[in-house]
């Protein structure tokens, strides 16, 4: 059975930093791209990044681009969302998916196979 298992969200003051993890376990996902979404309360979910199987290639929505670095480790089957300068704006629930393509770096939700349970990140002014 897949998994993907989120951690490190939390309460933050403005300006603050979180990392987010996300590890995979019942198949890997070294051969496959993969992202973080979040969605806040009654709005979609949303691209935030995604990086390529090998990492060469990382993808940033303009919202989180200079503060949030997203990086992976294929021998633990880790992806991870370093959130720096925070916002009271990127308060939402995060989610970590994978099984997206070996080909290119999907930023649609619709081409991911694989989502976490989500992890709640709350930024207060």
């Known amino acids: 059975q897949v998994q993907l298992v989120e951690s490190g969200g939390g309460l933050v003051q403005a300006g603050g930093s979180l990392r987010l993890s996300c590890a995979a376990s019942g198949r890997t996902f070294s051969s496959d791209a993969m992202g973080w979404f979040r969605q806040a309360p009654g709005k979609e979910r949303e691209f935030v990044a995604a990086?390529?199987?090998?990492?060469?290639?990382?993808y940033y929505a303009d919202s989180v681009k200079g503060r949030f670095t997203i990086s992976r480790d294929n021998a633990e089957d880790t992806v991870y969302l370093q959130m720096n300068s925070l916002k009271p704006e990127d308060t939402a629930v995060y989610y970590c998916a994978a099984g997206g393509s070996s080909w290119y770096v999907p930023r649609m939700s619709g081409e991911y196979e694989y989502w976490g349970q989500g992890t709640q990140v709350t930024v207060s002014s």
């Open positions: 990086i390529s199987w090998g990492g060469g290639s990382t």
